[in-house]
């Protein structure tokens, strides 16, 4: 059976619940302004709110709810949420990973005299290895390659108190990594501000039968270490396996704050 349901997937205030996060998808904001070759390790890291929302279908053991996140549902029902994101690098080579971490419940009417109730706990991680194919003093063209990893615990009920079955309940947990392949962009418009874009494409049926995200954006240096940054994010993941099915797009702005050391 197919219920809507309007829940909320993603903010994490950086004041609240926050780590120091890790991508996709996928370090997003670490070392994201171009900068001179050093000859030891430079690493950056990131806390941000992704204010995303997600729709899509989720099914569990038969039980299918189609999914409508809006993210003015946020406040009542988000339960907690992480996120964080790092980079390091060394000459041409370049470590990234990005975590996202999401607890929320809800509920909602599907039809008449009846209505469905999801809960989920869902982690998002990725590790990414890159290498500069090409770089001057204000661009940088990074070669990506990595595993996204995707850790979910659902438990959806149907309530129909007009049926002579009045509940039906399903309940189930899922850990796939999509590996992936991509590509970064970095321009440097002045000594403040900067430009970059990000995409990548996986799954390759290894576990999703198909994974990709981009995410472009803009970043402002507050100081030597600090910068602001402002970017524009799509997740969509497509996922069937034995009766757990996740099929789903996320989208959305997130805002971050980078440090640089």
Do not use: C
């Not at 569990?60 to 946020?74: N, P, R």
């Not at 909602?108 to 194919?133: D, N, P, R």
């Amino acid at each position: 059976m197919t219920s809507r349901i309007v829940l909320t997937y993603a903010i994490v205030a950086f004041a609240t619940n926050s780590l120091s996060h890790a991508g996709e998808p996928v370090a997003p904001y670490a070392a994201i302004t171009p900068s001179p070759k050093s000859s030891g390790w430079e690493f950056s890291g990131a806390i941000y709110a992704p204010l995303m929302g997600l729709e899509g279908d989720i099914g569990v053991a038969g039980l299918t709810t189609e999914v409508d996140l809006s993210f003015g549902d946020i406040l009542k029902e988000l339960d907690g949420g992480a996120t964080a994101a790092f980079e390091a690098r060394y000459d041409r080579w370049s470590i990234t990973g990005d975590f996202i971490w999401l607890k929320l419940s809800g509920s909602a009417q599907a039809v008449a005299s009846s209505y469905i109730g999801l809960k989920q706990e869902q982690i998002l991680a990725s590790l990414t290895l890159g290498y500069e194919i090409y770089g001057s003093e204000s661009t940088t063209i990074d070669l990506l390659a990595g595993g996204a990893l995707n850790s979910m615990d659902v438990d959806l009920q149907l309530f129909t108190p007009n049926l002579p079955v009045t509940i039906r309940g399903a309940s189930g947990s899922e850990e796939w990594i999509d590996p992936f392949v991509g590509l970064r962009i970095r321009h440097q418009l002045s000594d403040r501000w900067s430009l970059w874009v990000r995409g990548d494409y996986g799954g390759f049926e290894v576990s999703s039968d198909e994974y990709w995200q981009v995410i472009a954006g803009i970043s402002y240096r507050l100081s030597e270490h600090t910068s602001l940054a402002m970017a524009y994010r799509i997740m969509s993941v497509d996922y069937h396996q034995a009766g757990f099915d996740y099929d789903t797009k996320m989208e959305g702005p997130n805002l971050g704050l980078i440090f640089q050391f």
